[in-house]
């Protein structure tokens, strides 16, 4: 496997590949792996002739009071599980590589209105303008036939898709649902700043995803007597500060009154200064 | 030359072409053609073995005062011109075929900073928003090697080569000088909406540019005062009334005081109802 870090040298990589009749699949990560990363690439390579993981800490993502400059890196060890995984090729460009004026002086940016605003984008204002950017730079320099994300970052998904299709990017995103350890907390590159009774208080947020799956199962329809139930069980737990609990439309991330159909049942929680995410797809 | 109208049908060909080893050119135009349109098309004819025009009148770059449904259309004159140009395929899409759920239920913009909110921006909101993520969307479906622009619409090439460079989009921008009548008069199609005593006056665009020149020749370099000598021979005009006259930085389009090197000498005119734009770029 090797570690690419120039645009061109990706470029010609996957020129080769094209001219050989491969596809090309593609696995943007912010490193650190994990086994929900790994499972990523493992599908990518089950499916193409080429696969380029990304890892890349996109500073553009990141508010000012967020952890851009704290985000764990671990290049030698993420390359050995790349590799491990299948892929071909690790895509880690400096950051002046994708901002060569710097992220500061970048002029254009992919905005995606009103779902970018819902759930996580309420509380990280300029977060998924940040993503949508970085991701449609990626694919405009890989040009992958698929690129695979990860169920966990559900609301990212929903905007990369959207993305994709209002601006005629001729990809497929592919997604793979959340890995998790098992006592329930979900698989995330930032468990690792968790103290051992952060690290027990995360599970709160599993737990109340399971409690809504329950209720749901149960044949509740009462989104709101949902996200009080969830709240209230994430108010039991002293080390948990709830950012946001949602049950909404899984293509729009509207609210709802009601849950008629399929449902994106999505929390953040805050357990010490870490904040975590997690979702449940209801289908209805 | 062949007629397209579906996204899937451009790609097919292109997909096609580059098997074969080509290159591709695009020329994005709004269509009712001209000889500047033509020498865009001639020009990507020598230079690739396939060349697409793509022909769409583009909603989002309208405002809601704008001319988007007298903007003048003629696909059978066009398709004729193109193809004595050398055109392969013009991609004519309907309006559905960019915009499924209508232009006014587009989430996803491609936005380009200040370099918008000059000049031509500053007098129509939202317009290089829409030029941008039209321009993106061509280039995601045609993935050309060139696209080429008219150096008519100044502002377009450097936002467009401003969002090329800041999404890493793997596309060069090429231009062509403005083509013009024998009184100077710069090609357009908005030109049809001229009456004969309009025609008449709209020299006035061109005259006040060799103005200019004529100044930077014998040393002026005192920006306001170029502005001001152009707005004087422009405000002799009784037909014409002044929208903005710039003598900016051709990268920023930050307006000057002093020219001192490169410079874009640029202006707006409105003749009777009809909004022209004609522009000089002075080398320094």
Redesign the interface.
Known sequence: MEIVTR?ADV?ALVRQARAAGKTVGLVPTMGFLHEGHLTLMRTARAEHGLVIASIFVNPLQFGPNEDYAAYPRDLERDARLAASAGVDAVFAPPVEE?YPQGPAD??????????TERLCGARRPGHFRGV??VV???F??V?PDVAYFGQKDAQQVVVVR??AA?????VRIATVPIVREKDGLALSSRNVYLNPAERQAATVLSRALRLAEERLKAGQRDAAAIRREMGELIGGEPLAACDYISVCDPATLRELDTVAGPALVALAVRIGKTRLIDNLQWEG
């Open positions: 645009v470029r994708l970048m002029l254009t940016f992919v905005e995606v209105k009103d779902i949508a950017t449609a730079k990626l405009n320099i040009r959207r993305m209002d601006l005629s990017m001729d």
